[in-house]
């Protein structure tokens, strides 16, 4: 009976490195929970996106995010609209570069635990969507209130998508992405 019980004690403990080195990558999604709280504070209406804006609701707390979901050939996220350029709801200059992009420019934020301190600065993105693929360089972090597998989009990217202004998915989407 006790080589019958240390194979099984061996089995038991392969089982166990295996769920330690192997679990983790599957359920990161859900181990990806709010690091702190902000509060939103109130900002002039003609400085916000009326599309989607938490800075406009003063007093209002927001979740805020470090980790990320890994990326994959197909990491699902929400795309999000951003404008980039000076004087646009993005704020200031892009982190990476620090400066300001045209909105006929394909670029993207990525939520913060994607962005990984900056090492994707520069980097191109492939973005999956509406039945279309398109490519855009990342220069920015996302407002970690947004969510933690959130890709902020310059307009050119949902015109690459095939999606306007006027369509209701515009704004807000499902989509999967992947390092180019």
């Known amino acids: 009976m006790s080589k019958f019980m240390s194979h099984f004690g061996l089995t038991l403990l392969i089982i166990a490195v295996l769920t330690t080195y192997f679990l983790p990558t599957t359920t990161h999604a859900q181990t990806c929970k709010p690091s702190g709280t902000l509060i939103g504070k109130k900002v002039p209406r003609s400085k916000c996106d009326p599309n989607d804006d938490p800075c406009c609701k003063a007093g209002q707390p927001y979740k805020t995010y470090k ?29 990476c570069d620090n400066k300001y992009h045209s909105n ?50 310059s307009d050119a990217v949902w015109k690459a998508l095939g999606v306007s202004p006027n369509n209701p998915k515009y704004g807000e989407m499902q989509i999967t992405w992947s390092d180019a």
């Open 104 to 153: 006929n420019t394909p670029v993207v934020a990525l939520s913060t635990g994607w962005y990984k301190g900056g090492s994707r600065c520069g980097q191109e993105i492939i973005i999956h969507g509406n039945g279309r693929t398109t490519r855009a360089k990342v220069v920015d972090e996302c407002d970690s209130t947004m969510g933690y597998n959130i890709v902020d989009a």
């Open 67 to 95: 980790c990320s979901p890994p990326v994959t050939g197909q990491t699902k996220a929400i795309l999000t609209r951003n404008d980039f350029s000076e004087g646009g709801d993005g704020g200031g200059p892009s982190e």
